[in-house]
C-alpha cells in the first residue's frame, strides 16, 4: 500500500474534520464489512487508514512525515514500520470467525440465555498448535512480509508484500504434524451458552473474545450476526411488536380476543365497530428501547362455513 493515500482510501480530504472522517470510515466499513460480502482486503485498508486518521496525533505525524523530503532510508522506514506495521500487529491479532443465529422474536423481547452450537478450529494437541518442527525463513528474518521502496524525495511509495519464500508465515515446517498436517489446527463442535440483550434485532453483531477460530497462535474472536425470524405470530417492527391474531366467529361474538404476550397473556376487547382493516394497538407493550414501543395487533378473519 502507497502509504501517502491514506486519505484516498478513506475518499476524505486532507482538510476534512474529525468528525467527517469517522462518518465516512462508518460508512465504507458498513459497505465493505465482509459479514455482507465484502472483500476482506479492502476492508482491512479502510481500517488501517481509519487507525492513523481517525487518531489526531497519529494524523499529525502521518501528515508531517507525508509532506516532509525524506533524507534516507533508514528515516522512512522508521516511519513507515511505527506507523504502519504497529497497525499490522494489530489486525493480525484480532481475526474473526463469522456465524449466523436465528433468533425468535419472543426470545429477543425475553433476552438472556441461549445456546450457541457451531463448528470452529481448534488448536491441534499433539504439535501444541505449531504444525510441527519450524525453521525461521531467512529471506523475511521471520517477519513473514517484504517491504519494498520504489522513488525518492518527496515521491515515495512502499509496497509490502508477503514473503513467497515462507508464504508469509515467517517460518518452513520441517516435519509436518501427523494430526493437522502442518495446519496447526483441528476442526471441532463448539458449544456455549451467551446472553442476549432485550430487543435485538436483525442484522445486529455479537462479538465473543476467544470463542473464535485457532490461528495465529491464538484464539480469534467469534463474531454472531442475529437474524430475527417471526414466532408464533409475533414480529418485531422497530419497538413496536406485532401480533397476528386470527379471529372466529367465537371470538367476534364474545367481543375479545387473547394475546400470548410474553409478559404474560393479555385479553383485549374487540371494538363495537369492528374493522379487521384497522389494527388495534396496546401502548408501551412493546420493546423497552430508548422510547417503549407498542403492542400492534394485526387482526385476520379466521371462519369455516358448514
Given at each position: 500500500m502507497n502509504i501517502d493515500n491514506f486519505y484516498d482510501v478513506l475518499g476524505v480530504k486532507e482538510t476534512s474534520t474529525q468528525d467527517e472522517i469517522k462518518k465516512q470510515y462508518r460508512k465504507l466499513a458498513k459497505e465493505n464489512h465482509p459479514d455482507i460480502g465484502g472483500d476482506e482486503e479492502v476492508f482491512k485498508k479502510i481500517s488501517t487508514?481509519?487507525?492513523?486518521l481517525g487518531d489526531e496525533n497519529?494524523?499529525?505525524n502521518y501528515d508531517q512525515n507525508k509532506h516532509s523530503n525524506f533524507g534516507g532510508r533508514n528515516d522512512f522506514n522508521d516511519m513507515f514500520n511505527s506507523m504502519f506495521n504497529g497497525t499490522r500487529k494489530q489486525q493480525r491479532s484480532v481475526h474473526v470467525t463469522n456465524i449466523s443465529v436465528n433468533i425468535g422474536v419472543i426470545n429477543s423481547y425475553?433476552?438472556?440465555k441461549q445456546t450457541?452450537?457451531?463448528q470452529r478450529q481448534k488448536r491441534c494437541e499433539p504439535c501444541n498448535g505449531t504444525g510441527g518442527d519450524r525453521s525461521k525463513c531467512n529471506t523475511c528474518n521471520g517477519s513473514g512480509i517484504i517491504a519494498k521502496q520504489f522513488g525518492n524525495g518527496m515521491f515515495v511509495q512502499v509496497i509490502q508484500t508477503l514473503c513467497?519464500?515462507?508464504e508469509g508465515k515467517g517460518f518452513k515446517l520441517i516435519n509436518k504434524c501427523f494430526v493437522c498436517n502442518g495446519n496447526t489446527s483441528i476442526n471441532e463442535i463448539k458449544t456455549l451458552d451467551i446472553s442476549l440483550p432485550h430487543g435485538i434485532d436483525n442484522g445486529q453483531f455479537l462479538r465473543l473474545s476467544?470463542?473464535?477460530d485457532y490461528k495465529n497462535n491464538m484464539y480469534g474472536d467469534l463474531i454472531v450476526r442475529i437474524e430475527l425470524k417471526s414466532e408464533n405470530g409475533f414480529d418485531k417492527i422497530e419497538n413496536n411488536l406485532i401480533y397476528n391474531s386470527f379471529i372466529n366467529l367465537k371470538d367476534l361474538k364474545l367481543g375479545k380476543i387473547t394475546v400470548p404476550h410474553p409478559d404474560g397473556i393479555l385479553t383485549?376487547?374487540?371494538?363495537?365497530?369492528?374493522?379487521s382493516s384497522v389494527p388495534l394497538r396496546v401502548k408501551l407493550k412493546?420493546?423497552?428501547l430508548g422510547t417503549v414501543g407498542d403492542l400492534i395487533v394485526n387482526q385476520y378473519i379466521k371462519y369455516t362455513r358448514d
Open positions: 487508514a481509519y487507525d492513523i497519529k494524523r499529525r425475553i433476552g438472556g450457541l452450537t457451531y513467497d519464500s515462507c476467544g470463542m473464535g383485549l376487547k374487540l371494538p363495537k365497530d369492528f374493522d412493546g420493546f423497552k
